[in-house]
């Protein structure tokens, strides 16, 4: 168990370059070799086809991915998870609009497959990392959700952990402030504990640093 009020980050491995990022289940590395083969397909061919692309890093259990989905049938929700069940699970109950996907979402946004179309990023109440190589917020994983955001994209984070919303504040210098993206009316396992115990939730949005909210009409 994690004692989120005295975590603290732990000391992570500097990326050498892009095509070696870490990350479970082997890291961007092995996304073009031919154990990951099947599943990039599956990837390519759900953001190949047309309108928004929404990404939930860490969808847990799904009550979140799931409801957006529904509610928001025009946008396609890929849900990145780590843990097997999980997506076995949200696999079987999942809509059109959404795909669950076994993978890191290090090594998705390192590979440099969503570059410029993602419209949407959740990252909701992510487990702080004991280990470095197991931290996903890292300098090289914000420059790959910049790199992956549509002009006016928009990342939504949020956690309960004070140390890691300071960490993730740091990250995002130069990100400007966005407006929050519709919220699920379902919560996740972990906001259901915030809500009952009364737990101080940090959350935000942001735009990545190369958009201009003067240039968005959403904004005006």
Same mark, same amino acid.
């Given at each position: 168990?994690?004692?989120?009020?005295?975590?603290?980050? =732990?000391?992570?491995? !500097?990326?050498?370059?892009?095509? &070696?990022?870490?990350?479970?289940?082997?890291?961007?590395?092995?996304?073009?070799?031919?154990?990951?083969?099947?599943?990039?397909?599956?990837?390519?061919?759900?953001?190949?086809?047309?309108?928004? %692309?929404?990404? $939930?890093?860490?969808?847990? +259990?799904? $009550?979140?991915?799931?409801? #957006?989905?529904?509610?928001?049938?025009?946008? &396609?929700?890929?849900?990145?998870?780590?843990?097997?069940? #999980?997506? %076995?699970?949200?696999? $079987?109950?999942?809509?059109?609009?959404?795909? =669950? *996907?076994?993978?890191?979402?290090?090594?998705?946004?390192? *590979?440099?497959?969503?570059?410029?179309?993602?419209? &949407?990023?959740?990252?909701? +109440?992510? @487990?702080?990392?004991?280990?470095?190589?197991?931290?996903?917020? @890292?300098?090289?994983?914000? !420059?790959?959700?910049? &790199?992956?955001? @549509?002009?006016?994209?928009?990342? @939504?984070?949020?956690?309960?952990?004070?140390?890691?919303? #300071?960490?993730?504040?740091?990250?995002?210098?130069?990100?400007?402030? *966005?407006?929050?993206?519709?919220?699920? $009316?379902?919560?996740?396992?972990?906001?259901?504990?915030?809500?009952?115990?009364? %737990?101080?939730?940090?959350? !935000?949005?942001?735009?990545?640093?190369?958009?201009?909210? #003067?240039?968005?009409?959403?904004?005006?």
């Amino acid at each position: 168990m994690v004692d989120r009020n005295a975590w603290t980050p =732990p000391l992570t491995p !500097t990326r050498a370059d892009r095509a &070696r990022s870490p990350g479970a289940l082997g890291g961007s590395r092995l996304f073009d070799m031919p154990p990951l083969a099947e599943l990039r397909r599956a990837i390519l061919s759900f953001i190949d086809a047309p309108g928004p %692309i929404a990404v $939930e890093v860490g969808f847990d +259990f799904g $009550e979140v991915i799931i409801d #957006q989905a529904i509610r928001l049938p025009e946008t &396609r929700w890929l849900g990145l998870e780590i843990r097997a069940a #999980q997506v %076995i699970a949200l696999s $079987e109950r999942a809509p059109p609009n959404c795909l =669950p *996907a076994r993978l890191d979402a290090r090594t998705l946004f390192g *590979a440099g497959v969503l570059d410029g179309r993602i419209s &949407r990023v959740d990252i909701l +109440f992510p @487990t702080p990392a004991l280990k470095g190589r197991h931290l996903l917020w @890292t300098p090289a994983f914000v !420059t790959d959700l910049a &790199r992956s955001l @549509t002009p006016s994209g928009v990342l @939504t984070v949020a956690t309960d952990v004070p140390a890691l919303a #300071q960490l993730i504040e740091q990250l995002l210098t130069g990100w400007p402030e *966005a407006p929050p993206p519709p919220r699920a $009316e379902a919560l996740s396992r972990r906001e259901r504990v915030c809500r009952r115990d009364d %737990i101080t939730c940090w959350w !935000t949005s942001r735009f990545a640093p190369s958009h201009d909210p #003067q240039s968005d009409p959403s904004t005006t």
